[in-house]
């Protein structure tokens, strides 16, 4: 069940025009300028931007995998343990707070995790 980071590494790199920066105790990860994740090795956890009511949702579902980290400009980041997420749900929070962060034509050229493939999926 647990991710390792080089698993959520590959998760953020798939992602378009991901900016990482380093600092002494973490890594933070942008799209065009705007932070939208962080990575702390020590801890094997990882901060992601959500909107409130999926942070709300998910620490209240479960406490001891999600906490609340702060709340800020309308978003609600929460704190993921990386021991406690399988990597495909992983894989769609990172997807979501990365959405959350970049412009609509980047948005555009990443496919959703969450949605099946085009093969699969119905047309609309």
Request: proline share 5%; hydrophobic share 40%.
């Amino acid at each position: 069940m647990a991710v390792g980071s080089d698993e959520f590494f590959r998760i953020v790199n798939a992602l378009v025009d991901v900016e990482r920066a380093e600092s002494g105790q973490y890594s933070s990860f942008s799209v065009r300028g705007k932070r939208f994740g962080y990575y702390w090795p020590r801890t094997q956890t990882v901060g992601l931007k959500q909107t409130l009511s999926e942070q709300l949702a998910l620490v209240a579902e479960r406490p001891e995998v999600f906490e609340e980290q702060f709340t800020a400009g309308g978003f609600g980041w929460v704190v993921v343990y990386l021991a406690g997420i399988e990597a495909d749900e992983l894989s769609e929070l990172v997807f979501e707070a990365w959405r959350l962060s970049a412009p609509e034509e980047l948005v555009a050229q990443v496919p959703d995790p969450a949605q099946p493939t085009s093969h699969s999926r119905a047309t609309t």
